[in-house]
């Protein structure tokens, strides 16, 4: 699988952006797929994922209530809709893949920088 993340750039607090990740490849029902952001200075964090087939999804608690992880099976497109953005959210965004949900996350995309300013 080849991930390709792309949506990111510059926004205002309070603002809004819509990150893609197109995947190349098979993807199956019981594939997760998830974002995760790096800040300077700081370790990668989880942000959200989703099953593929089923729809479920998971929130990091500092982004709950304002993300939104969504899929396009059709175009087999990861989304990740940010309301509200907050200058503490400026990070790269990488989206990630696994076939086996108890393991850890098999394929990386090269990510995509946010910038939000206050």
């Known amino acids: 699988v080849q991930l390709q993340a792309s949506g990111g750039g510059l926004v205002q607090s309070g603002g809004s952006l819509r990150l893609s990740c197109a995947a190349s490849g098979r993807i199956f029902s019981s594939t997760v797929m998830g974002w995760f952001r790096q800040a300077p200075g700081k370790e990668r964090e989880f942000v959200a994922s989703i099953r593929w087939g089923a729809g479920t999804t998971f929130y990091a608690d500092s982004v709950k209530g304002r993300f939104t992880v969504s899929r396009d099976s059709a175009k087999n497109t990861l989304y990740l809709q940010m309301n509200s953005l907050k200058p503490e959210d400026t990070a790269v965004y990488y989206c990630?893949?696994?076939?086996?949900?108890?393991?850890?996350?098999?394929?990386w995309g090269q990510g995509t920088l946010v910038t939000v300013s206050s």
């Open positions: 990630a893949a696994k076939f086996t949900s108890n393991r850890p996350y098999d394929y």
